[in-house]
């Protein structure tokens, strides 16, 4: 396809609501609106650090759970994996289950050990039996890196989706909506805290759920709910045949792809247990059975919704023809808005322009609730773990702590905009992957170590957190991720030494071993009595704050 070709659909498929505008500007407004309202109401309730970190521990499981679900289906889930399956058949559709199986990982291991271990983060329960201030400046570098991974995904996320509604194709326009979804995060957080972000994250899971079932009826109502004259029907509008429903369309060309599918597996699976906004919504409850009844309502709620962005994925394959989707956006990530469109009776109808502004406000909608969760995740971090124990040395107040807390927000949610405004034109399903293959290489083994094993040091946990942090992020830097394709963040340079595009294969292995290896190279002996109090206290509630 030719630029000059490919410039022209984009520009149709940008303006295609245009003459029904005022009402998707309506909707948007409308949900901004209301979630202000809503965090403006939480933040007035919000009087102490326990309020602001932790929601007063005041929610119950099934509304942890609905939050968490919230939290977890980002613009990733309802926009990349749509996009994906959309584009590379069943080979996209591997990101449905490994996000889901990924939940089994977090409520075997993690959910309870961790809520009955910690107060605010994680390294509340890392600095238990090891040396505070290295382990906490540790934990707190590793949150704050990882939340920037995926909050990345949600800014290239926020800016493909505003700029289709608004028809805006300027590089300019695109960056300033980014920096607006940046602005309204940092208000959300600054304000609301957590009581704010859970709400916000409750009203979203509803009207994501809500919108999804709304748009996987119409899909298999146009087909008569025939699901395999639906994946026929994508086989054959796709262009490559029987091969969109088979293993191999982007992970079986190569050996290299393959490895490459191992590597994504392997993040996908272990890497939502050490992923830090999803580890703090378990101190937001009273119980360590309140979050393991949280996380049950979080699998089913989660799984249902995975079902359906199948649905979403291959019904954008059978409605729309992959040139549109390409010319909309290169990795995909409008295909569920612009099948929402088609399925309404096209751009210039009034039932498509209402179902693209429901859907895109909802999808808004999810970004904003999970780019506010991972803003306060590493702004908590920062303010607990680096400033009140690392600086203060646990001297500072709690209304200094929310006060560092509040500036550390508006630091990340720079950061956030500069790196969101380059990544605009990556897969957001890509991206998070990547978050959750530095959560799994860094995060998830010190946890796991901390948990249940007596011999695990300090030197350990530093070599670990660092070890995985540095592994995976040097990994991606020098993958095609960022340079070397037409797809990369920096199309034009060739770095990319590493020729997969997730580091898991390497960095979660490599996380593990050198906590191992840290921890048996260490002159430090392990405190087993204070072990002896974690694991009781993990094991039982006893003691749990």
Known sequence: MSPAHTAVIDLAAASDASQHRPLIISLFAAFVVATLFITVWAGRQTKSAADFYAGGRQFTGFQNGLAISGDYMSAASFLGIAGAIALFGYDGFLYSIGFLVAWLVALLLVAEPLRNSGRYTMGDVLAYRMRQRPVRTAAGTSTIVVSIFYLLAQMAGAGVLVSLLLGITSDAGKVLIVALVGVLMIVYVTIGGMKGTTWVQMVKAVLLITGTILITFLILLKFNFNVSDLLGTAASNSGKGSAFLEPGLKYGVSGTSKLDFISLGIALVLGTA???????????????????????????????????????????????????????????????????????????????????????????????????????????SFAHDIYANVIRKGKATEKEEMKAARWSTVFIGIVSIALGALARDLNVAGLVALAFAVAASANLPTILYSLFWKRFTTQGALWSIYGGLVAAVGLVLFSPVVSGKPSSMFPDANFDFFPLENPGLISIPLGFLLGWLGSLLSKEEPDKGKYAELEVKSLTGVGAH
């Open 274 to 380: 050490g992923l830090p906004h999803i580890l703090i919504r378990f101190y937001t409850v009273p119980t360590s059975k309140a979050a393991r009844k949280s996380v049950n309502w979080a699998i089913g709620i989660i799984g249902a919704f995975y079902l359906m962005t199948i649905v979403l994925g291959f019904g954008a394959a059978a409605l729309l023809k992959p040139g549109e989707i390409i010319a909309s956006n290169k990795a995909g990530n409008t295909a569920a808005p612009l099948a929402a469109m088609e399925i309404g009776g096209g751009g210039d109808s009034t039932g498509g322009a209402i179902l693209l502004a429901v859907i895109s406000a909802v999808a808004f909608a999810t970004i904003l609730a999970v780019v506010a969760g991972l803003t306060l995740a590493s702004s908590s």
